[in-house]
């Protein structure tokens, strides 16, 4: 089974996230997304995130609800893991990737990033190893994403997947907690 890693703070977890994953199980090949509850991202020191438990219940209850819903297609393919929260701190999206693959032998692990992670990714503790062994899927945002990731293709080693077909998701947690305020 292909397993796509959907790792963020989730903070707090909102319809992009839900859409985008239940997207890709049903429109690639990908069998299932796991949205991976990140506890400590080291990209994002002194960013004030809700208590870890807190934002994997209120994940794990929000895809309950969507899929006993099941008006989402792909919805059923996608789950929430806790996996990061028995690993060292900060998360370090290769050394999950390498725990995944150990834990569970009997699947294949690929990455799900949207876009600012792709324009980042030269900050990730061991891209090369990341991008060399698993599979990735970039969302990009709209097509001005799309243009900017495909020239950087050529430069790249391994198996990228651009979601050029994907509903664009217009939100972000940053947002949904400044209306909060």
Do not use: C
Not at 17 to 36: N, Q
Request: aromatic share 10%; no cysteine.
């Amino acid at each position: 089974m292909l397993i796509a890693i959907y790792g963020g703070s989730f903070n707090p977890l909102h319809f992009g996230h839900t859409g985008l994953a239940a997207w890709v199980a049903a429109h690639t090949d990908v069998d299932e997304v796991w949205l991976m509850v990140t506890p400590n991202n080291p990209l994002k020191p002194g960013t004030i995130l809700a208590d870890e438990q807190v934002r994997l219940q209120a994940a794990r209850q929000e895809i309950s609800r969507l899929q006993a819903a099941n008006n989402i297609e792909g919805i059923a393919r996608v789950r929430v893991s806790d996996f990061e929260f028995g690993l060292p701190r900060p998360s370090f999206t290769a050394n999950t990737l390498r725990e995944l693959t150990k834990a569970y032998p009997e699947h294949r692990f690929a990455l799900l990033i949207g876009q600012d992670n792709w324009t980042i990714r030269h900050k990730w503790r061991e891209w090369d190893s990341i991008q060399e062994n698993y599979p990735i899927y970039v969302y990009p945002r709209g097509n001005e994403g799309f243009d900017a990731i495909q020239h950087e293709l050529a430069d790249h080693k391994g198996e990228i997947h651009l979601l050029r077909e994907a509903p664009l998701f217009d939100i972000s947690s940053t947002e949904l907690r400044a209306r909060q305020q």
